[in-house]
């Protein structure tokens, strides 16, 4: 059986880009979340990799520096798994390895636009209808995470934070 290992390392970018192609097919730089990664920079510190036996690469997740108003948080994703090893724990792994490693105290909240049965074992909850994103999106898929007294507070436009990289 195939193993696979999380490493605290970014992947290298051309097969990075093969993976999300292939994890997400076309369409993915289309899509809201891709509005706060341009002219962005992902926080390294928090970025893990998953390879097999070979030295593939077989999973990847990163983390995005944004803000709304003055609290300073982070944007979760791309999170995506080979398609070979989808179901197997990879993605659950690579996202609290990474989550365990973030300084609260300098990103108080993480968000992300996914499925919400999917986040929820990593504490994310749907975001109050006050918060927004440049772009469209579905609310049930805006999810936070963070201490709840103030999540519940978070109001208004989740902007990239390129400066708190
Ligand atoms: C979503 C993704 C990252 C999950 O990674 P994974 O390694 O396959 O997931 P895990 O093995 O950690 O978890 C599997 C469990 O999550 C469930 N699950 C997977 N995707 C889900 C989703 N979108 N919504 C709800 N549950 C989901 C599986 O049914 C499985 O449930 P089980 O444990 O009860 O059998 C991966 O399928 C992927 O890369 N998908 C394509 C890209 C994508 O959609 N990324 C997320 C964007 S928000």
Redesign the pocket.
């Given at each position: 059986m195939t193993q696979v290992k999380i490493l605290a390392q970014s992947a290298e970018p051309h097969p990075l880009t093969d993976l999300?192609n292939r994890?997400?097919g076309p369409g993915r730089l289309a899509r809201t979340?891709e509005r706060l990664r341009e002219g962005n920079q992902r926080i390294a510190a928090y970025d893990r990799m998953a390879i097999d036996n070979d030295g593939a690469l077989m999973?990847a997740i990163s983390f995005w520096p944004v803000r709304v108003e003055q609290t300073a948080g982070l944007l979760?994703?791309?999170?995506?798994?080979?398609?070979d090893?989808?179901?197997?724990?990879?993605?659950?792994?690579?996202?609290q390895d990474a989550l365990a490693a973030i300084d609260e105290a300098r990103f108080a909240f993480t968000v992300?636009?996914?499925?919400?049965?999917?986040?929820q074992?990593a504490e994310f909850s749907v975001a109050p209808r006050a918060l927004q994103l440049p772009g469209p999106v579905d609310p049930q898929?805006l999810l936070l995470r963070g201490e709840a007294k103030l999540c519940a507070a978070l109001s208004g436009m989740v902007r990239r934070a390129p400066e708190l990289c």
């Open positions: 999300l994890a997400f979340a999973g979760l994703g791309p999170l995506a798994v080979h398609p090893m989808q179901g197997q724990g990879v993605g659950q792994a690579l996202m992300l636009v996914g499925d919400l049965p999917y986040y074992k898929r």
